[in-house]
């Protein structure tokens, strides 16, 4: 049994997912290295309310950092109630 196939007993998937399809997702043993990982995040994340990218109410930002040096990686708009309020009115729309 190679690496891979043991790999991917270990992994939650579905039971018809062919090996294809997982080396695709690459969920079935590849191991991205941290530049691989980290160049697709955004310095800034804003919240999605009602099918926009907004600030929250009071401008604030919350750091994200990477728990394995500590170093901030990006920062995320700071949600308030009110903007749980928008959120919350907006999804209620949709039904």
């Not at 080396?23 to 994340?45: D, K, L």
């Amino acid at each position: 049994m190679d690496l891979l196939a043991k790999d991917i007993r270990h992994t939650a998937r579905a039971p018809d997912t062919p090996i294809a399809v997982l080396r695709t997702m690459n969920i079935a043993g590849g191991h991205q290295g941290e530049a691989a990982m980290t160049r697709e995040i955004r310095p800034y994340w804003q919240n999605f309310i009602d099918g926009n990218w907004v600030d929250g109410a009071d401008g604030s930002r919350i750091t994200v950092s990477d728990p394995a040096t500590g170093e901030p990686i990006a920062e995320v708009a700071r949600a308030l109630p009110a903007d749980v309020d928008k959120a919350v009115a907006a999804a209620r729309r949709c039904f």
